[in-house]
């Protein structure tokens, strides 16, 4: 969402501290990209206001470089793979 909304949209970090000693239950929904497709910004969230902050990229390429830990200390792996410097 954030590449698709140029970054309007904040995504934060998530991670879960448990304090106490309970079963927790989690549900995750995930929506990947079919096998091949280009990721890039919806076109009316770029504009003058708001420059393209990511380049256009194949999700496959994308997750490759995530996976082989490519991001480095970069808290979001998509900002240091595709990130437009300004």
């Not at 448990?18 to 995930?30: D, I, W």
Request: aromatic fraction near 12%.
């Amino acid at each position: 969402m954030q590449v698709w909304l140029n970054g309007r949209l904040h995504v934060p970090l998530h991670r879960v501290v448990m304090r106490e000693n309970k079963t927790r239950f989690t549900l995750a929904l995930f929506e990947l990209p079919k096998h091949g497709n280009t990721l890039k910004a919806i076109e009316k969230m770029v504009d003058d206001e708001h420059p393209l902050l990511f380049n256009p990229f194949k999700y496959d390429d994308f997750i490759k470089f995530h996976i082989s830990g490519g991001q480095g200390i970069e808290n979001y792996a998509v900002k240091a793979y595709c990130g437009v410097s300004h």
